[in-house]
């Protein structure tokens, strides 16, 4: 007998067990032509696998199938017996299936009845599939009884797969049941008896849950009693309990709380328990989610330093894109046991008003940078500024308004610098007339320097209390510095004339000693000690240029300006020696011509190198000013004396700025004649500008140059993100003075470089030699530091509340390679000459003197005062004779390493290392393994502070809160 097919209809009018299907409305998709049967590609391996082929239907059948008002079940085998009378059947053949609506069932032998609507099947692999109930299809080694009007089961034998975000369940067990509820969605309840759960998706798991009560409601939840976990055959843990919201979206509930076998079984009499994360996580809406968490550390056995702690951590997320709004903001309190505390507070806001209206906040503020500093485990936040700023930025027609600030806290430390308002008002260039061209601006600025606690003469105040006791309170000093600028820069035809106006005050609320040189007799030097310094420079240049000549070979350009006698200050000052009043001086004429040509040579190459080109472009000026004078009040207002200055000297100056390059055209192996040959800047070096003055050298008898400083910086595309800067102090002393000396001194040096297997030096011979280069990773092939690297971490502005960022795992590489960055830099002080005042930048030996009879103490006294250090300068005066301030020199190493020792272990290091004081800062090591379903990662983190931390997990892939992990955090005390 041959394959049978066949329809069944139910009337509506004659039974109430079946459902009226409404009139199908046309499918206008369906009915547009196919364009896709024309597409040669692959088909597409998304769509479910096809359970059985039916046969083609003739005219009849696909008649009878398009009726209205009926429901059709479609069954078809190699043998069929119908019963008329109990409206059953029978079908045999080796994929017999029945098809009602879009429910597929497909097996050995199938016997269905359309009274009850119950299909029996049987066969050594029996597959449902029906759509309606969200799931993936039902494989029974057995017999399954389903009913295709109530979408209810039972089932021997099942296997079946349940995906949430991303993971697929496999669930399967020896008797189970299933059905669906129509008041929900179509949601389908699955009961399962001695069953099994895996992510595993091999022939036989490396891993399951094997229970005796599971029960799965599709893509909702997944319960299972008890659980044994089993890897391979071999049990190791028990549960009373497991369960998995499966449903996708956000949802309120209970935090995964992250805490060791040390915290419920302790290894050592002296291991201080801490559990974090305790919480509740709420799902408020769809732009809005907050989380509520407690962290503690055990207060058994306190030190000092690390008294035990509790902290609450709060945090709330929130975007609504329909409003260009996004942001997040967190706050922490955190009580330590010796009554000490902390709190914290972050808020990041980004908000679009309109196309050209946006304002953008990071705040980040704490109480207690101490307590901030000693308890956190993170190199980052130890060594980085805890920083604040906000901008408003709009426009009103062309130009552009922009208003800001931003705000400064150092870890462990009570100073604070400010820099608030930020303001600035631009446009473009306004064409008042067809010949005339206007581009005003204006900015106004002020920094502040709040509660200064590295440098100064006078920390203390020395007085006699009411008990007639000597005694002291530290001075609270403060200092602050505003600018502003106004340009208003004409364009006439082809000739510039620029006008503009700056303004700066600087004010130093502390004591501070200057010694005041008299302005006829510099001999006369007198110590004096001011209790609040001021200083105000007023200036306004004018100047004048032309069209340039001879553009795009020499590219000359005449240039004429009035500029001030002494270019150290503006026009109009005033400070404390001047008793606030207001004095000029003189300005003269200075005119000047100026070239930029480029210069190049063209050299053979070799190898895969077909050309070199090297360039050079030099930028040369000359400018010649008449003889100036300054009268005596500015001298004394700026504190200088007629005997040996320079600056009112006729200028006849040469000014130098090279720039070279050189290129190598590399062989291209595509010889289309669009093609464009490979360049590589083989090296790239720019300097500063250096001037030298002709008359200064006639007159002084000695060096000419004027120039106080000159850098220099390197770049080379033959190594990935190398750059290298160098600086120097050319002079010894003040330039405009006739005692300094022309003594050039080293003071910075830095480098950067990045190595990998694929590029950088590596390649260099490969290059060269016309050998192969490995294609590079994307992922590794880094030209640039990222924000990853351990110099960025230093800088950084790390929020200092909130759990999304301490939610993240320990980064691990994502490829096969290695990669390496070396970041060095190198900065030293020229040794002040003179009898000045000189002021140490930090008192670490003078601090820690009086602990010197205990060499415990001592040496924590010293970590703390150098893990403290400042790298920031007090705003300097503008006067000359102010108390010099000795900066030690800082010799550093940077390095972060990623790599794989095996394809399945991977690895990162971070570290950085103080060449001055011969030893490490931190150290973040972190270890990976690969185990198919779990990961194991070791990791090791070691802070400035003294702080380290050894953690240990192994972790579900599937569902990582599902882990076994072993952590011990050790706190190093500090001094206060």
Excluded at 15 to 31: I, N
Excluded at 496 to 503: D, R
Excluded at 826 to 850: A, H, I, M, W
Aim: hydrophobic share 35%; charged share 20%; net charge positive.
């Amino acid at each position: 007998m041959g394959p049978a097919t066949a329809l069944i209809f139910c009337a509506p009018v004659l039974t109430a067990q079946v459902r009226s299907v409404p009139a199908p409305r046309r499918d206008t998709v369906r009915a547009r032509p196919d364009t896709t049967r024309r597409d040669t590609t692959a088909a597409d391996s998304t769509r479910p696998k096809e359970l059985i082929k039916w046969n083609e239907t003739d005219s009849v059948m696909q008649a009878l199938m398009s009726r209205q008002g009926y429901t059709a079940t479609r069954y078809q085998g190699d043998q069929a017996v119908f019963n008329a009378q109990s409206h059953t059947l029978q079908l045999r053949g080796k994929k017999a299936g029945v098809s009602r609506e879009q429910t597929v069932l497909v097996g050995d032998s199938i016997v269905y009845s359309d009274s009850t609507k119950i299909i029996v099947a049987r066969g050594d692999t029996v597959i449902l599939r029906d759509p309606e109930q969200q799931a993936a299809d039902v494989i029974a080694r057995g017999r399954m009884a389903y009913n295709v009007e109530l979408h209810r089961g039972v089932v021997e034998n099942i296997t079946t797969q349940i995906a949430q975000t991303g993971e697929n369940w496999f669930v399967g067990g020896k008797d189970a049941a299933f059905v669906s509820d129509t008041t929900r969605g179509r949601e389908t309840a699955f009961y399962v008896r001695s069953g099994t759960i895996t992510s595993c998706d091999d022939s036989i798991p490396d891993y399951h849950f094997r229970a005796n009560e599971i029960k799965m409601v599709s893509k909702h939840i997944m319960v299972a009693r008890p659980a044994v976990l089993y890897i391979g055959d071999v049990p190791v843990m028990w549960l009373p309990f497991i369960f998995q919201d499966m449903r996708s979206g956000r949802r309120s509930g209970v935090l995964t709380p992250r805490f060791g076998v040390s915290e419920l079984f302790r290894n050592s009499p002296t291991y201080r328990r801490h559990i974090e994360n305790l919480g509740y996580y709420f799902a408020i809406s769809d732009y809005m989610d907050a989380q509520l968490a407690l962290d503690w550390r055990s207060g058994s056995r306190p030190s000092s330093g690390d008294p035990g702690w509790v902290r609450l951590n709060g945090e709330l997320q929130y975007r609504w894109l329909d409003r260009f709004m996004t942001g997040r903001f967190a706050a922490y309190r955190h009580a330590q046991r010796d009554g000490s505390s902390n709190t914290g507070i972050s808020w990041y806001h980004d908000q679009g008003f309109s196309q050209d209206t946006h304002l953008h906040t990071d705040i980040n503020y704490v109480t207690n940078t101490f307590i901030q500093r000693t308890t956190t485990f993170n190199p980052s936040q130890v060594l980085a500024t805890i920083s604040s700023h906000a901008n408003y930025t709009t426009k009103f027609g062309p130009a552009s308004l922009n208003l800001g600030g931003s705000n400064s806290q150092h870890p462990g430390r009570k100073e604070v610098d400010r820099t608030f308002p930020v303001f600035s008002l631009s446009a473009p260039a306004i064409a008042v007339t067809r010949w005339l061209d206007w581009t005003p601006a204006f900015s106004f600025q002020t920094n502040q320097q709040l509660n200064l606690d590295q440098t100064g003469e006078f920390t203390y105040r020395f007085f006699t209390n009411p008990q007639g006791v000597k005694d002291s309170v530290a001075l609270k000093r403060n200092a602050r510095q505003t600018s502003s600028s106004f340009s208003t820069p004409l364009r006439i035809g082809g000739f510039s004339l620029g006008n503009s106006f700056t303004m700066t005050d600087n004010e130093t609320d502390a004591p501070q000693t200057f010694v005041i040189q008299d302005p006829n007799d510099s001999s006369v030097k007198t110590p004096r000690v001011f209790a609040k310094t001021f200083d105000t420079s007023i200036d306004w240049q004018p100047s004048f240029s032309l069209p340039s000549l001879i553009h795009g070979s020499l590219n000359l350009s005449p240039l004429l300006t009035f500029v001030n006698v002494d270019g150290g200050h503006g026009y109009w000052v005033r400070s404390q020696l001047s008793n606030g009043q207001f004095v000029h001086q003189s300005k003269r004429i200075q005119t000047g011509l100026s070239a930029s040509p480029t210069l190049f040579a063209l050299f053979p190459g070799f190898g895969s190198v077909t050309r070199f080109r090297h360039s050079i472009t030099p930028s040369i000026s000359y400018t010649y000013a008449p003889t100036g004078n300054l009268s005596t009040e500015f001298l004394r207002a700026t504190n200088r004396s007629r005997q040996g200055f320079l600056g009112s000297l006729a200028q006849n100056q040469v000014s130098l700025t090279v720039s070279h390059v050189l290129e190598a055209k590399l062989k291209s192996t595509d010889t289309s004649s669009t093609a464009e040959p490979k360049k590589v800047k083989v090296l790239s070096m720019d300097f500063s500008s250096l001037t030298y003055d002709f008359e200064r050298a006639r007159k002084t008898h000695r060096s000419g140059f004027t120039t106080p400083n000159l850098n220099t910086n390197i770049a080379s595309d033959l190594i990935p993100g190398f750059r290298g800067n160098v600086s120097w102090s050319l002079y010894q002393g003040d330039v405009l003075s006739d005692t300094a000396r022309f003594k050039p001194f080293r003071e910075n040096i830095g480098a950067s470089l990045t190595l990998n297997s694929q590029s950088g030096i590596f390649g260099i011979f490969t290059r060269l030699f016309g050998r192969p280069v490995p294609e590079a990773h994307p992922q590794i092939e880094k030209t640039e530091p990222s924000a990853e690297d351990a110099l960025a971490n230093r800088v950084a502005s790390t929020p200092v509340a909130g759990m999304t960022s301490r939610s993240r795992q320990f980064a691990m590489p994502s490829t096969q390679g290695w990669q390496l960055t070396l970041q060095y830099s190198s900065s030293r002080q020229r040794p002040p000459t003179g009898n000045g005042v000189v002021l140490d930048e930090n008192f670490v030996e003078l601090q820690c003197k009086p602990l010197q009879a205990n060499p415990i103490v001592y040496q924590q006294c010293i970590d703390q005062a150098r893990a403290q250090a400042s790298n920031s300068l007090p705003i300097a005066s503008g006067i000359s004779g102010a108390p010099f301030i000795r900066i030690p020199s800082r010799d550093n190493m940077q390095s972060s390493m990623n790599f794989h020792l095996t394809p399945k272990w991977s690895g990162t290091w971070t570290t950085n290392y103080d060449f001055q004081a011969k030893k490490f800062g931190s150290h973040n090591v972190t270890l990976q393994r690969e185990l198919h379903d779990w990961r194991a990662i070791f990791a090791f983190t070691q802070a400035p502070n003294g702080n380290f931390a050894f953690n240990f997990f192994i972790a579900l892939n599937a569902e990582p809160d599902l882990k076994f992990n072993y952590d011990k955090s050790t706190y190093r005390p500090i001094i206060r």
